[in-house]
């Protein structure tokens, strides 16, 4: 039932992608996101797209994953789409009724469509090619210089993994209690909207309760192992930059400066 | 009366690279009143299995039937059904909610459109049937050991009145007296209630005291489907796919392999004794003559 819900969709694949460095992601799909927006015209958006098009290739996932996360955001797109297309002011394209669709209003809607879908692809490259555990190890690590002014960085990512890491043991309780109260005759699915509140209860009690049981379980665990913040604390795989990762740098660097000198030279 | 399952297959999240097959042509007949034992190593698929039975999970393909009537058919109630075969999951006590025992128990006779003071009343009678102490009704649930908040989990479907009751697991995390007590507890309603119960588990010595049919899942696939003693005889096969016939059968081959001839086929140790004095009666006779 819940199964469906997916969040930090880790694609398992043996490719040059996944085997780079978190750190290279993070920052690449930051670069990836600030050029869509550098980029401002469609020869522009061939280059992007052709950049993503290679990182896809290269990430070997299955491209039908890519664009599953486009699914979730469709509708506001076709919002931004109808919105720009018709609100626009510009020469008149064609007129029905009161609705005027525009020239300048058609190349904002098909623009701002191009990099709603490149910025969701290019961010699921990420996430689909890092697992949550390495994308939090990769934050710790672009964020350590905040420790310096006393930002409990370690901390933080701590509980970003651990929060990532229950997230589908809750769904997987959830779903059990669901169906154990549904086999009890509960029913979740029909009455108004203060009936169906009403009805989580005898889901939302358990549930809240197998967490906190979980948690407690946690801490005793890991107190047991002596565990203690961030202080001189090693890791068991500390990041570490092969000569891929530096190669990737100059390639990420590289399609930055050709995005700014397209906008420089307004091609 | 029964449960049939025609050609069903069970896929988890189809189309993914986290595609599982947990089900492959799945082909059963459950008639009334039977005790049946569901046994399979961890992921052999009989928690998926059990859940088809009341249609909490929809099979990828295949048919479901109850009484003749396709549970996944548009007009089916399936709310009705899962009135009829009631499903204990595993770790029952996970899923209680209610201030006190009582009303935690009434919470499935009153989704079937009981009124308060009919529902308590199957709820005393399900809550006495599984040993629970009067007591012990009004204590808030939480505050109960695993053993009593299993009873009490087991007593709130065991309210509804199921014509079917299926056990996941029932005696997981409990002592070997608490086990014992439980199970004797539901042959015991098997007895007076005369409903069918189908019992799942990994454990061979748990089952093969109680059951009189036996389905031995093993990767999706029903490998074995006959009463204990049909089955213990492939106790070599079992241990190839990861599970164990229980210890006497062991015993009884080792001794017949030894010359005393006994019959190996016993499953229960009451059984196998006497078969074993049976044995050394008829040995020491010839001795005598």
Not at chain 1, 72 to 83: G, N, S, Y
Not at chain 1, 147 to 156: A, F, G, L, M
Not at chain 2, 102 to 121: I, T
């Amino acid at each position: 039932m819940l199964k469906d819900i997916t969040i930090g969709q880790y694609y398992p694949a043996d490719s040059i992608i996944h085997k780079l460095d978190p750190r290279v992601k993070f920052v690449g799909t930051m670069i990836f996101i600030v050029s869509i927006f550098i980029f401002n015209s469609f020869p522009g958006y061939f280059v992007a797209g052709l950049f993503l098009a290679s990182m896809i290739a290269l990430s070997k996932v299955p491209p039908k994953f890519m664009f599953k996360g486009l699914r979730a955001v469709f509708m506001l797109l076709m919002i931004t789409v109808i919105f720009n297309m018709v609100l626009t002011p510009g020469d008149i394209v064609f007129k029905l009724g009161f609705i005027k669709v525009t020239r300048e209003g058609l190349i904002m809607a098909g623009k701002m469509a191009v990099r709603l879908v490149f910025l969701i692809s290019g961010s699921s490259i990420m996430t689909l090619t890092t697992t949550p555990n390495q994308l939090t190890d990769a934050m710790e690590r672009l964020l350590r210089p905040l420790n310096r002014i006393h930002v409990p960085v370690h901390e933080i990512a701590m509980m970003m993994s651990i929060a990532l890491r229950f997230i589908p043991i809750l769904m997987e309780e959830t779903d059990k209690i669901m169906k154990a109260q549904i086999a009890r005759g509960a029913d979740f699915e029909s009455g108004n909207i203060i009936q169906r509140t009403k009805n989580m209860i005898p889901l939302l009690v358990p549930l809240f309760i197998s967490a906190f049981r979980r948690a407690n379980d946690l801490a005793l665990a890991m107190e047991a192992r002596c565990y203690h913040g961030g202080e001189n604390r090693t890791q068991m795989k500390p990041l570490k930059y092969e000569r891929k990762d530096y190669m990737a740098y100059l390639i990420l660097i590289a399609y930055l400066a050709a995005a700014i000198l397209f906008r420089v030279f307004k091609l | 009366m029964s449960i049939k399952l025609e050609n069903v297959m069970y896929t988890y999240s189809p189309g993914t690279a986290y595609e599982i097959h947990a089900l492959k042509n799945i082909n059963l007949d459950i008639p009334d009143g039977q005790f049946i034992g569901i046994i399979g190593h961890t992921g052999s698929g009989k928690s998926t299995l059990i859940q088809h039975f009341n249609a909490l999970v929809k099979p990828t393909s295949g048919t479901i039937t109850y009484n003749g009537d396709d549970v996944w058919a548009d007009k089916y109630d399936r709310r009705a059904l899962r009135s009829e075969v009631g499903l204990v999951f595993q770790y029952p006590e996970h899923q209680l909610f209610e201030n006190d025992v009582l009303s935690d128990v009434c919470f499935g006779p009153m989704n079937q459109g009981l009124s308060r003071a009919e529902a308590e009343k199957e709820a005393r009678r399900a809550l006495l049937q599984v040993g629970f102490k009067e007591e012990n009704f009004s204590k808030s649930p939480f505050e109960l050991s695993g053993g009593q908040k299993k009873r009490v989990a087991i007593a709130g479907v065991l309210a509804m009145n199921p014509k079917i009751l299926i056990l996941d697991e029932p005696t997981a995390g409990l002592d070997p007296k608490g086990r014992d007590d439980i199970l004797d507890q539901i042959a015991e309603l098997h007895k007076m209630r005369g409903i069918t119960i189908i019992l799942v588990s990994h454990s061979m010595e748990d089952v093969a005291k109680y059951v009189d049919r036996l389905i031995v899942m093993n990767h999706g696939e029903v490998a074995y489907d006959n009463t204990p003693k049909e089955v213990f005889k492939h106790y070599e096969e079992l241990e190839k796919i990861g599970l164990a016939a229980p210890q006497i059968t062991y015993i009884m081959h080792a001794l017949k392999d030894n010359g005393l001839p006994v019959d190996a086929d016993a499953t229960t140790v009451a059984e196998a004794a006497e078969s074993i004095l049976k044995a050394l009666k008829e040995k020491g006779g010839q001795k005598h003559a």
